[in-house]
Every structure is written in C-alpha cells, then in structure tokens.
C-alpha cells in the first residue's frame, strides 16, 4: 500500500511539474509564434503597398488623366480577397478614392477610426500582438469606437509625384482568429506531449525502481542471514567461555579442547624476564616488527619470537591466527561485527590499539574454528 501511495505521489509530481513548466513555455511559444505570424503578415502588407505605389507612380508619370489611374487601380483591387488584409487608396485628406468595396468609395477616414500618426512610421509586430490580447493602444494601432469595424491601417506609403496615399489594411478578427487557433493547436499538441512524457518517465520510474527494490530486499536478505549467523556465532562463543569458566572453576579439564603444546612462555617486561602461562593470554600482536604480548589484566609485555613461532607451539583449539598481526585467544573475543564486505571485526577484552580484522577468505575458517 504504501509503494502504491509513493507511486500515485510520483506521478500526480510529474503532472504538477511537467504542466506548470509547459504552461509558461507554451506560453512564450505561443507569443513567439504569434510575432513571427504578425511581422510575415505587416511585412507583406509594406511590400504590398509599396508595389501598388510604385505602380501607380509609374502610370501617373505616362499618363496626366487621374481619372482613368483611379479607374485602373479601382478595377484592379475591387472585390478582392479581404480575409487577412487588403490595400486601399486615398487622398490626403483622408478621403477613400479607391477601395476593394465600392459602396467604401468616397468615405472619410478620420482620427475616430483607423490610421497612422506619419506615413514612416514603422508598425512593431510586439505592439500589434499586445493590441491583439490587450486590446490596448499602441504601435501606431488605434482602437476605435465602432466595434463592428474589422480592419485596422498597419502601413502607409505615399504615391510620388501624387496626392495619394497606399494605405494596407489588416482583418483584425481574421488575425485574432488565426492566433487563436494556433494557439488552440499549441495546446492540444503539449496536452499530448506531456501527458505521453509523464506517462512514459512514470513507467520508467517504476521499472527501475522495481529492479532497485528486488536488489534491496536480496541484499536486506542476505544481510539478514549474516546477522542470524553472527548472533549464533556471539552466542556459542558465549556458551564456550561459560564452560571454560565453568572447567577452571572445578579444575577438571575440557576434554572438548586438546592439551595445549606449551603450559607457558617466557617473555620481556622492561628488564625482567617474565614466565606467562598460557591461560593468562589475551592476545599476541606485531607492530613495528616487535611482538607484544597482551594478558587478561591489560599488561603488556614484548617476545623475541616471531607471531610464526608462537602460534605453532599454542593450543589451535583455544588460540586463533586472526591475520598477520593478530593472534587472538577465544576467552579474548568480546564480540564479533559484520566489517566491509564480507569481512568480520573481533572486539576483544582488554580493548586493543589496533582492529582485529578477519579477512572474507578466513571468515570462514574462523567460523569453523568456534564452532570446534
């Protein structure tokens, strides 16, 4: 139940993130997207302009009769597509002379509806889109009175030698419509997309975190298994000392043990030459090649042997060679721990300088050896 509840928590995490993150980054998209749309759209609209002016430039300079260059360029843009924007013409009084609707001819165009302070004035596609989602004044891009209107001035170009004026226009609705469908895409395609992303980084969390909990709970296993047989290894140590206790006490000897090699041996205290019985050994070590000797009360005394010789004329059933620095006696041991891998640490009365380390080969010859 509880893996369950942490899964149900990983994934409703994902969500949260993977959401929270997409929704400032479409945004942004969206808004990149939308300035690049615009700025293609208001740059078209100039060169529209700018060739229709040119155009006109040229038939003004072949021909003096303005009527019949209305005439042609009337014919030339009437009832032509307005869907995104279209060009129209008039004077410098602001009256239309020729536009894609005809019933549009003649019309004024004033300050209360569409226009552009100067005729270089250059439209940012940032204050068209901020016009577009605010609805705010801005980049030559007035709002006006008369809602119904859908079109908006975004470029103007003077024709030369004229009184005339190109003006492109821009479908305002049809703009904002386009935005908002892409916009519609934008987040049907990242609903998608992240819902596959969550779902996807949620089954791979849950594959390796399946093959991590099967490996946790081997070695949980294992390392269980390790305790059980150190604690049975603590407990018969345990019974043993009882019983070697048990023995000195009735002075009958442990037939389970065999007769030590040697009752004693001789060995250096400061100037004195001290025989110590084998019963009162705690434990043997070398460091900076000489030999100390350690007895149960925590005197220290030194040998000339080597750790080879000692070890050879002790009782193996009752003194173990732990390393190559360690002879340790079994009424020593204190306690036995699990150390690094595999290994096993001895702690031993008195306490020692040095950590009693058995390595993973002889672990299981020490095993053997207190189970003897």
């Not at 002016?53 to 307005?82: G, H, P």
């Not at 037939?255 to 025989?275: D, G, W, Y």
């Not at 900076?288 to 009360?297: G, Q």
Request: with cysteine.
């Amino acid at each position: 139940m509880k893996k369950d509840k942490l899964y149900l928590f990983t994934f409703l995490s994902l969500l949260v993130v993977v959401y929270i993150c997409g929704y400032f980054s479409m945004n942004y998209l969206v808004g990149l997207s939308t300035e690049q749309f615009l700025k293609i759209q208001i740059e078209s609209s100039k060169r529209e302009a700018k060739e229709m002016a040119n155009l006109i430039s040229l038939q003004a300079q072949q021909n003096s009769d303005r009527k019949v260059i209305i005439n042609n360029v009337q014919k030339s843009i009437e009832k032509t597509d307005t869907q995104t924007g279209f060009i129209c013409m008039f004077d410098q009084t602001g009256k239309e002379i020729c536009h894609p609707n005809p019933e549009k001819i003649g019309r004024m165009t004033g300050p209360d509806e569409s226009y552009i302070s100067t005729t270089h004035n250059e439209v940012n596609p940032e204050d068209f889109y901020s016009y577009l989602k605010n609805k705010t004044e801005g980049g030559g891009i007035r709002n006006y009175n008369n809602q119904k209107k859908d079109a908006e001035i975004i470029y103007l170009y003077p024709v030369k030698d004229t009184d005339w004026i190109i003006a492109s226009h821009a479908n305002l609705q049809s703009i904002n419509k386009q935005v908002q469908d892409l916009k519609f895409y934008f987040i049907l395609v990242y609903i998608s997309t992240g819902a596959l992303i969550v779902l996807l980084s949620f089954f791979m969390i849950r594959l390796f975190g399946s093959r991590y909990e099967r490996k946790l709970e081997q070695k949980n296993e294992n390392l269980f298994n390790e305790v059980l047989s150190l604690s049975k290894l603590n407990y018969d140590l345990t019974s043993y000392k009882s019983k070697l206790e048990s023995n000195e006490q009735s002075k009958v000897p442990d037939l389970s043990v065999s007769p030590a090699n040697k009752k004693r041996i001789l060995t250096n205290l400061k100037n004195e030459i001290v025989s110590l019985e084998i019963e009162q050994i705690a434990y043997i070590y070398m460091e900076n090649t000489i030999t100390y000797v350690k007895d149960v009360n925590g005197k220290i005394s030194t040998s000339n042997s080597s750790l080879e010789e000692i070890y050879s004329e002790l009782d193996n059933a009752i003194f173990f060679r732990a390393n190559r620095q360690f002879i340790l006696a079994i009424k020593s041991i204190d306690k036995i721990l699990k150390y690094g891998n595999n290994q096993l640490k001895i702690e031993v009365v008195p306490k020692s300088t040095i950590d009693v380390i058995i390595s993973k080969n002889k672990a299981a010859e020490f095993k053997a050896w207190l189970n003897k």
